[in-house]
């Protein structure tokens, strides 16, 4: 059964970087995709960036353009977020989420908590 656990979260002053890490176990040559999410109180769950396993294709969401990096290392079964120049508003609950044959996001991490503030 594929698992997924998010790491590297924390609060960070406005302009500063942190790297998300989600780390993949139990992962089948059905999970192509990777995504990553965010969620602020009061908001829904809005996509990020997703990546492809093989590196071959990123996108990101507009409000993250040059600033984020997605990047999926399959050795190490762990898909990267790198984020600078962060802003007040990137502040949210942070998910890893898997897309396999369904082509739904279907499998999804516990979530880490990404703080900006000053």
């Known amino acids: 059964q594929v698992q997924l656990v998010e790491s590297g979260g924390g609060l960070v002053e406005p302009g500063g970087s942190l790297r998300l890490s989600c780390a993949v176990s139990?992962?089948?040559?059905?999970?192509?995709?990777m995504g990553w999410f965010r969620q602020a109180p009061g908001t829904d769950r809005d996509i990020v960036a997703s990546?492809?396993?093989?590196?071959?294709?990123?996108n990101y969401a507009d409000s993250v353009k040059g600033r984020f990096t997605i990047s999926a290392d399959n050795a190490k079964n762990t898909v990267y977020l790198q984020m600078n120049s962060l802003k007040p508003e990137d502040t949210a609950v942070y998910y890893c989420a898997s897309r396999g044959s369904s082509g739904n996001y279907d499998i999804w991490g516990q979530g880490t908590q990404v703080t900006v503030s000053s």
């Open positions: 990546i492809t396993w093989n590196n071959d294709f990123a």
């Open positions: 139990g992962r089948t040559l059905s999970s192509y995709q």
